[in-house]
C-alpha cells in the first residue's frame, strides 16, 4: 500500500519560510518523480515543483526563485524549502508520486498523492 505523508505546513506572515516534508512508503522510491502542487479555494491544483531520481528540478515561474525541492533516497523523503512566502501562496500542499523519469505538471499523469497540508501565509 503505497502511502504519501506531508507535513510542516502551518500558519507564518509574509515574507518567512517554511519546509514542507513528505514521507513515502509502499513504492520504489527512486524510480519515481516526485513533484509537490497547490491548491487554493476555488481554484485548480498548479504545479509547484518537482524533482527526478537524477535529482533534476523543474519549477512553476511563481515560486521559481524561492522555493527549493530536494529529496533523501535514504530517508524516502522530499522537501519543499519554501522562502519570502507571499499571501498567494497560501494553500493546500500536495506531494505526488509518479513512475517515470520525466517531471510532467499535469496532475492526471501522477500516479499516488498525499492527503495535503494547509500553508496559511498572512499579510
Known amino acids: 500500500q503505497v502511502q504519501l505523508v506531508e507535513s510542516g505546513g502551518g500558519l507564518v506572515q509574509a515574507g518567512d519560510s517554511l519546509t514542507l516534508s513528505c514521507a513515502a512508503s509502499?513504492?520504489?522510491?527512486?524510480?519515481?518523480?516526485m513533484s509537490w502542487f497547490r491548491q487554493a479555494p476555488g481554484k485548480e491544483r498548479e504545479f509547484v515543483a518537482g524533482i527526478s531520481s537524477s535529482r533534476r528540478t523543474v519549477y512553476s515561474d511563481a515560486v521559481k526563485g524561492r522555493f527549493t525541492v530536494s529529496r533523501d533516497n535514504s530517508q524516502r523523503t522530499v522537501y519543499l524549502q519554501m522562502n519570502s512566502l507571499k499571501p498567494d501562496d497560501t494553500a493546500v500542499y500536495y506531494c505526488?508520486?509518479?513512475?517515470?523519469?520525466?517531471?510532467?505538471?499535469?496532475?492526471?499523469?501522477?500516479?499516488?498523492w498525499g492527503q495535503g497540508t494547509q500553508v496559511t501565509v498572512s499579510s
Open positions: 505526488a508520486a509518479d513512475a517515470t523519469v520525466f517531471i510532467f505538471m499535469t496532475p492526471a499523469t501522477y500516479d499516488y
Open positions: 509502499g513504492l520504489a522510491f527512486t524510480s519515481n518523480v
